[in-house]
C-alpha cells in the first residue's frame, strides 16, 4: 500500500470519527466540506478544473453544492475508496494525491486543540520531502524575500532565491505543510525579523 493510500484511509477514519460538522483548516469548511471538494476533485471531471481555474469557478460551486448534500457517510465512503477505474488520476495516484490526502488529513486533525504531529517513519517523511522539492518554488513564489528550506538531516533546498534569506527548519512534513499554507506547523524560522515575518504571512496558495 503506498502512502498515498494509507494517508486516504487514515483520513476517511479521522472523518467518521470528527463528523461532518466539524471545522477544517480550509479556510470556513468544515468535515463534510471537504469531503465533497475530494469527491468532486476525483468523480466529477467536468467541474474539477473549477478548483484552478477561475472561469470555472461557478460551476465548480453550483457542483459542489449538489454533492455535499448527499449523506455523510456515502461521501466519506468515496472518499475512502479513492478515483474510479476510468479517472485520469487513478493511474497516478502514488504521486498525484500524496500531498492532497497528506495535507487533508492535517488539516482534519489539526484543527482543534491539542494536536500534536504524529510519528512518522523515515521513508514517509522522505517521500514528502521529494513532495516538497516539487511544490516548494511555487508555494513561496509571492515571498518578498529568499526562502530556504532545511530538514532535520541538514538538507537545504532554496524555494526563493533573493536577499534578505530565512531559513525555515523542521521535518519535512511540517516544511510540506507550511508551504501549502498552513499555519498550525512545528518550524523555526530564522533570519531578519522583519523577513521573517512577511514569509509566515505570505500568500502560499497554489
Known sequence: MTM???????????MTEIGPDARTLCGDWTVRDLAAHLVVRERRPDAAPGILVPAFAGYLDRVQAKVVRQPFEELVELVRTGPPWWSPLRPVDAVANLTEMF????????????????????????????????????????????????????????????????????????L???????????????????????????????
Not at 488539516?107 to 504524529?118: F, L, M, N
Open 103 to 174: 495535507v487533508h488529513h492535517e488539516d482534519v486533525r489539526r484543527a482543534g486543540s491539542g494536536w500534536e504531529p504524529r510519528e512518522l517513519t523515515d521513508a514517509d517523511q522522505e517521500h514528502l520531502w521529494r513532495a516538497l522539492g516539487r511544490a516548494a518554488r511555487l508555494a513561496y513564489r509571492k515571498s518578498p524575500v529568499g526562502v530556504v528550506l532545511v530538514d532535520p538531516r541538514g538538507r537545504r533546498l532554496t524555494a526563493r532565491g533573493g536577499e534578505p534569506e530565512v531559513v525555515l527548519t523542521g521535518a519535512p512534513a511540517e
Open 4 to 14: 498515498a493510500q494509507r494517508e486516504r484511509r487514515s483520513l476517511a477514519a479521522a
Open 176 to 206: 510540506l505543510l507550511h508551504a501549502f499554507g498552513r499555519d498550525e506547523v512545528r518550524i523555526e524560522a530564522d533570519g531578519d525579523p522583519e523577513a521573517v515575518a512577511a514569509v509566515l504571512s505570505s500568500d502560499r496558495s497554489f
